[in-house]
C-alpha cells in the first residue's frame, strides 16, 4: 500500500508563515520606500517654512518640481536593480515617446481648460484647504514632478513583489493597502473627513489597477501615471464647479 505523506505543518501555520516570506522578499524595498517618501514630505513641509511660503507648489513652482525630480533620480538610482530593464536606454525612450501625448493633454487642460473653470469660494471651501483648491496654473508643474517620483517608487514596489513571484491578485491587494493606508496620513495635515476619504478610496481603486497596468500591457508607467494625473484633474474641475463662486457674490 503506497502512504501518502501528511504535512505535519498546520494550514494557519503555513500561511503566516507564507505572509512571512513575502515581507522578508520586500521588506527592504518597502522600507527604503518609506523613508524616501518620508523624507521627501518632511523636506517639502521645512522649505515651505524657511521660505515662508504659503503654497510651495504655487508660490515656488520652479523650485519644488527642481526638488521631486531630485527625488525622482534618487529613487531610480536606489532602485536600479529592480528598474534595470526599465532603464535601458531604448525602453526609456520608448516610455518617453508614449509619455508624451499624455503630458501635452494635460498641460493644454492646465493652460487652456482650469482658466475657465469658475473660482472657488472662500466660503464654501473648507477651513485648512489643499493647495490646488486656490492655485494657478503653476502648481501643476511641480505636481507633475511629484506624481513622477512617486511612480517610479510604485514600479520599484510592483516589480518587487512580482520578482518574488507574488501572485498578480495579491500584487494589487498589497498596493490598495500601501496606497490607500499612506493617504490617511493626509488626516495628520488637519484636512477634512471628506477630502482624506475621497483620495484614499480613490487611491486604494488605483493600487488595485496598478500591477495589472505594469505587468500586462505595454508602456504600463504611461497608463499610471496618465491615470494619476487624470484624477487631479478630475478632482480640480469637481471642486471648482461645487464650490464655485456664486453668481450673486460677482
Same mark, same amino acid.
Given at each position: ?62 523650485? *519644488? ?7 525622482? &533620480?534618487? /529613487? %531610480?538610482?536606489?532602485? #536600479?536593480?529592480?528598474? @534595470? =530593464? ?95 493606508? *499612506? ?7 488637519? &484636512?477634512? /473627513? %471628506?477630502?482624506?476619504? #475621497?483620495?484614499?478610496? @480613490? =487611491? ?47
Amino acid at each position: 500500500m503506497t502512504v501518502i505523506p501528511v504535512s505535519t505543518q498546520k494550514p494557519d501555520t503555513a500561511r503566516w508563515a507564507g505572509v512571512a516570506s513575502l515581507l522578508w522578499a520586500m521588506g527592504p524595498t518597502l522600507t527604503l520606500v518609506a523613508v524616501l517618501w518620508s523624507v521627501s514630505s518632511r523636506g517639502y513641509y521645512e522649505l515651505v517654512e524657511a521660505l515662508s511660503l504659503d503654497s510651495g507648489y504655487d508660490d515656488a513652482p520652479m523650485l *519644488f518640481a527642481g526638488y521631486y525630480l531630485g527625488f525622482t &533620480f534618487i /529613487a %531610480l538610482f536606489a532602485f #536600479r536593480q529592480l528598474l @534595470a =530593464a526599465q532603464l535601458n536606454g531604448r525602453i526609456l525612450i520608448g516610455h518617453a515617446t508614449a509619455l508624451a501625448p499624455i503630458l501635452i493633454a494635460y498641460g493644454a487642460f492646465v493652460a487652456f481648460a482650469l482658466p475657465l473653470l469658475p473660482d472657488v469660494s472662500v466660503f464654501r471651501a473648507p477651513p485648512n484647504p489643499p493647495e490646488f483648491m486656490f492655485a494657478s496654473a503653476w502648481y501643476y508643474m511641480p505636481k507633475s514632478a511629484d506624481i513622477l517620483f512617486q511612480q517610479v517608487i510604485v514600479a520599484a514596489i510592483v516589480l518587487c513583489a512580482h520578482r518574488a513571484r507574488i501572485q498578480l491578485r495579491m500584487i494589487s491587494l498589497i498596493m490598495a493597502v500601501l496606497f490607500g493606508g *499612506f493617504h490617511l496620513t493626509l488626516a495628520l495635515d488637519g &484636512f477634512t /473627513a %471628506l477630502y482624506v476619504a #475621497r483620495f484614499t478610496v @480613490a =487611491a486604494s481603486i488605483f493600487g488595485l489597477v496598478i500591477p495589472w497596468l505594469y505587468l500586462r500591457t505595454r508602456h504600463g508607467f504611461r497608463w499610471t501615471y496618465g491615470l494619476h494625473w487624470g484624477f487631479y484633474a478630475l478632482d480640480a474641475v469637481v471642486t471648482h464647479l461645487v464650490l464655485a463662486v456664486p453668481p450673486w457674490a460677482m
